[in-house]
């Protein structure tokens, strides 16, 4: 069954950065436009960045606009978040879907923690 599998997360001061990676080991993310959500400790999941299936065209939340950047790289069957300028509210456990997500596709996720 495919999976995805992220990674890149850790903990890093305010004003930091990270690069967050989403990878598959089937066709999820080559069949699918596909999204970065985040949720933090006792609140909701929210997506934060999404980006179209041939990678023209990504949106963001307004939270995260100007300071993190969504892309892929089809050869690699892999979909990143970089993530610029880190404020403490950043601080949640992100995970990679399809957009729209689907509950088979859900992955552990990775925690990001910015502290000082």
């Known amino acids: 069954q495919a999976q995805l599998v992220e990674s890149g997360g850790g903990l890093v001061q305010p004003g930091g950065s990270l690069r967050l990676s989403c990878a598959s080991s089937?066709?999820?993310?080559?069949?699918?436009?596909m999204g970065w959500f985040r949720q933090a400790p006792g609140k909701q999941r929210i997506l934060v960045a999404a980006i179209t299936k041939g990678g023209g065209t990504t949106n963001y939340a307004d939270s995260v606009k100007g300071r993190f950047t969504i892309s892929r790289d089809s050869a690699k069957n892999t979909v990143y978040l970089q993530m610029d300028n880190l404020i403490p509210e950043d601080t949640a456990v992100y995970y990679c879907?399809?957009?729209?997500?689907?509950?088979?596709?859900w992955g552990q996720g990775t925690q990001v923690t910015v502290s000082s």
């Open positions: 089937g066709s999820i993310i080559s069949d699918n436009a």
């Open positions: 879907n399809a957009v729209p997500w689907s509950p088979d596709y």
